[in-house]
């Protein structure tokens, strides 16, 4: 859920559900229409239902308006531009964008030693290389800077006290005191912080939306709250490698590393694919403000069987579901790409809140 900006990325509780055992099977429901005071959100855990055994990526999302477009606008009207045109989001990426962000890794450990949390060199490496796997052709690239293990076994299990309740962090003290100690404050570098979430999370992110004066709602969130929290588990794992704290998801599920893909994509102010559900619902305000990807009525958890065509939840609008899509929430191995409109808004999003 978005509570002045925190996107949390859940494994296995009531929301919405992807299959951790091997053979669960999902059972899909017909999308629940909103409460009539829930008009910009969707219920993960009543489309579809959840299969046994799952794991969510992440709880309710609410958006009111997008704070991209409410930023064009402003940036139109300080530029004396008038019309939708020229407060209008870029729908096709620059070619010429280049931009190589920071990365500072932060392990927080239970123990020191090998069984609590400690991610080796190779391991940190490798997810960086997933992560510009992922980015390829967007025109960002991502390099480590800087790698802190922290030991605290109170944040090792990085939850809150309101348990299953959500905060305006979901880490509740233990994420603020952390990033507090951690955080060097800059818009423009990505801090990542990998822990055991407990509750079976799989991590969250922050929009740069939600530390705007102009696009925050009801206020910016702290600076030094800024950044994207993962389990350590969805770290990939070198064959080979046994330095360290070596336990992963299992294979076939979140071990390539695009857990973090995903919610980098959060921290560039893109949405979820499936955000607002089919177009043709009225309840549903903007959808992910992409259109290139096809509308879809709910999370895709599973993936296709081989020579299967992706599914069809929106069967009214145009194209299957972007099921291989960063930004829904299939398996790391189905996930696969980003479009190019997607790309633009990340480079815009860079350009307006984090340059």
């Not at 309101?162 to 990033?179: D, I």
């Amino acid at each position: 859920m978005t509570l002045n900006g925190t996107l949390v990325r859940q494994v296995g509780v009531a929301t919405a559900a992807l299959a951790l055992a091997i053979g669960a099977s999902a059972a899909p429901a017909s999308a629940q229409k909103p409460a009539k005071d829930r008009v910009d959100c969707i219920d993960y855990g009543a489309v579809p239902k959840a299969p046994t055994g799952a794991i969510p990526r992440d709880d309710l999302h609410v958006v009111k308006k997008d704070p991209l477009k409410i930023a064009a606008a402003t940036a139109a009207r300080a530029a004396g531009g008038k019309g939708a045109a020229a407060a209008s989001i870029p729908t096709e990426p620059d070619p010429n964008f280049a931009v190589t962000v920071p990365v500072r890794f932060h392990e927080i450990l239970k123990t020191n030693g090998n069984g609590g949390g400690d991610l080796s060199d190779a391991r940190i490496a490798a997810q960086i290389d997933a992560l510009n796997a992922g980015y390829a052709g967007t025109g960002f690239q991502f390099e480590l800077v800087q790698n802190t293990e922290t030991v605290q076994p109170e944040w090792w299990n990085l939850v809150g006290a309101y348990g299953s309740a959500m905060s305006t962090v979901r880490g509740g003290g233990k994420e603020v005191n952390m990033k507090r100690l951690l955080t060097d404050n800059d818009q423009a570098t990505l801090d990542v912080y990998s822990a055991s979430l407990g509750q079976h999370l799989l991590g969250w992110a922050t929009f740069p939306s939600d530390f705007s004066e102009a696009t925050s709602y009801p206020a910016p969130l702290p600076s030094y709250l800024d950044g994207v929290i993962i389990d350590f588990r969805s770290v990939p794992q070198p064959e080979g490698n046994t330095e360290g704290d070596t336990r992963v998801f299992p294979d076939g599920t979140y071990e390539q590393g695009d857990t973090l893909t995903h919610e980098v994509g959060h921290w560039l102010e893109l949405y979820h694919t499936f955000q607002g559900g089919c177009t043709d619902n009225p309840a549903y305000n903007g959808g992910d403000q992409i259109a290139d990807t096809p509308a879809e009525a709910s999370p895709n958890f599973l993936c296709p069987e081989p020579g299967e065509d992706p599914r069809d939840s929106c069967p009214d609008d145009p194209g299957l579901d972007p099921v291989h899509n960063f930004m829904d929430y299939s398996f790391d191995v189905c996930l696969t790409e980003f479009t190019d409109e997607q790309a633009a808004r990340m480079q815009f999003a860079w350009e307006t809140y984090r340059s």
